[in-house]
């Protein structure tokens, strides 16, 4: 597997969110930057359409309606589960842009089931 936040690794995570059940009916795009990844500085979007991640890939997103910025530790510890999204969030780990709504309420089913697959990948 490759290392998180590689091409390769988003190459893998693609599909296998892609293919999970709907969770919600929210549409929104999510826009995430990471800091001090092996790789640097590493900017991606999550494209959600009605609960199901259509797209998950390198680079920014179109009129995101949620940025995200945070720490690769802080994104390792939301994928590992020694933390949660929400709990990131609260804490200052996570700084969130946008739709306060739509990323701690809208899209919390969303990012539980992403962050148990995206866990499974390593």
Known sequence: ???????????????????????????ATVQFAVSSSPDGKVTFRAVIEVGVITEFAVGKGTNPDVVVSCNYDAFTAVLDGTTTADAAFMGGSFKVEGNHKVWLIDLHDVWAAACGALAALD
């Not at 597997?1 to 549409?27: C, I, R």
């Open 1 to 27: 597997m490759s290392s998180m936040l590689s091409p390769g690794w988003f190459e893998a995570a693609a599909p296998v969110l892609a293919a999970l059940p709907p969770a919600g009916d929210t549409s």
